[in-house]
Structure formats: structure tokens, C-alpha cells
């Protein structure tokens, strides 16, 4: 896929996404008409916030915040490129897909061979195998994240980052999301990442 072609997958992302997000606004509309909100809290000073408010902004996640459960596990004696694609098909909602493509597939994997096997099932992917950190920026912010390899050739799924930190689920180890420095990241990332191209869930509502 070229450069060309993964700017088109990202604009016709960016399109579905717009789309999307407003049935999530219209939704969480209608959810507060049936939600009752506390009358007792006094109104925030301006700029401020209660206390509890902001531990809660404080505390709330910077990742891609998927149940352990569906966080696929490496499997076959070294699948991680598998577990990683079933991942993010698990995050996207492809449950039934996911399921079919970790019983199909299995051993080492390399990035030709994989996207030739993503287009025969006709999903929908992009990626870089040329170290584009861009590219790796975008999946995040698009709240796609990304399976992104070592150099020792163990393939991880990147599932969010901030200013300071990048944050994985390492299919070795699937219960904890694992944090690295984004610099240390940087220079240990084997230069390849491929992402699912579809409707990724919103992010969750705050707690009143």
C-alpha cells in the first residue's frame, strides 16, 4: 500500500468516524434524559472543579481500555502477529471475526504475508513499515491503535500514549497494559505497524 493509498484509508476513517460520532452524540443525549444527576453538589467555581471531579480526570485512562477478555492471548507455540490483528479486531467489535481469524491463522508471520491475507478476507487495514511514526501518532488519536513489532520480531499492540509514556498489550502477558517511555519505544520499535480500519468505540463518559 502506498503512501497514497494509506492517506485515502485515513480520509474515508476520518469520514466513518464523523458519522459515528454523532450517533454516539445523539445516544448519550437520550442517556442523560433517563439519568438523574445529583442536586446536592454545589456549582463549580469558575475554572474549578470538586475535588472528586478532578481524581476522576486525573485517573482516567490514556489507552485504548480493552477487557482482559478480549485481549487475545499468543497461542499456537508463537502467534503474537495473530493474537495482535485479533486484538484490534476485538477493540473494532469484529468479535466473530477475530475468533475466525485466530482459528485460521497461526506460527510466524511478516508483513507482506499478512496484508496479502487481510485483503483476501476484505478488511480493511493501513500501515507503515518504514518506521513512520506519524503514522503510529494517527492510530492513536484516531483511537485505532496499532500492532507494532520488535526487533527480536515479537509483535505487540500499541493501544495508546501520551506525553511521557507509550502503553501496550503484550499478548505474552495480556492481564496488565505494559507502559514504556515513549523514548525508549522509539529506539526499540522494529519500524513496521499495521491498524484496522473501521469505527473504533467512543471514548468512555465521565461519571457525574
Known amino acids: 500500500m502506498s ?5 485515502v484509508a485515513f480520509v474515508f476513517l476520518g469520514v466513518l468516524l464523523l458519522a ?3 450517533m454516539a452524540i445523539e445516544a448519550q443525549k437520550e442517556a442523560g434524559k433517563q439519568r438523574s444527576i445529583p442536586t446536592d453538589r454545589p456549582p463549580c467555581p469558575p475554572s474549578e ?3 472528586e471531579l478532578q481524581e476522576l480526570v486525573e485517573a482516567s485512562v490514556p489507552y485504548l481500555d480493552l477487557p ?7 497461542y499456537a507455540g508463537g502467534s503474537c502477529v495473530h493474537a495482535a490483528t485479533g486484538t484490534l479486531l476485538y477493540w473494532q467489535g469484529f468479535d466473530e471475526l477475530a475468533r475466525w481469524w485466530t482459528s485460521s491463522y497461526s506460527g510466524g508471520e511478516y508483513s507482506q504475508r499478512l496484508h496479502r491475507r487481510l485483503d483476501a478476507a476484505g478488511i480493511r487495514y493501513a500501515f507503515t513499515t518504514e518506521g513512520d511514526w506519524e503514522f503510529v501518532e494517527r492510530c492513536v488519536g484516531l483511537r485505532l ?5 520488535w526487533p527480536s520480531g515479537h509483535m505487540v499492540t500499541l493501544v495508546g500514549m501520551d506525553e511521557q509514556n507509550v502503553y501496550l498489550i ?8 505494559a507502559t514504556r517511555s515513549k ?7 522494529g519500524g513496521w505497524a499495521t491498524t484496522i480500519v473501521y469505527t473504533p468505540p467512543p471514548p468512555p463518559p465521565y461519571a457525574l
Open 183 to 189: 523514548q525508549q519505544f522509539k529506539r526499540e520499535w
Open 68 to 74: 482482559p477478555q478480549f485481549r487475545v492471548k499468543n
Open 170 to 177: 503484550d499478548n505474552n502477558s495480556t492481564h496488565a497494559i
Open 3 to 7: 503512501n497514497s493509498e494509506k492517506s
Open 145 to 149: 491503535g496499532c500492532a507494532v513489532n
Open 20 to 22: 459515528g460520532s454523532g
Open 49 to 51: 472543579c470538586p475535588s
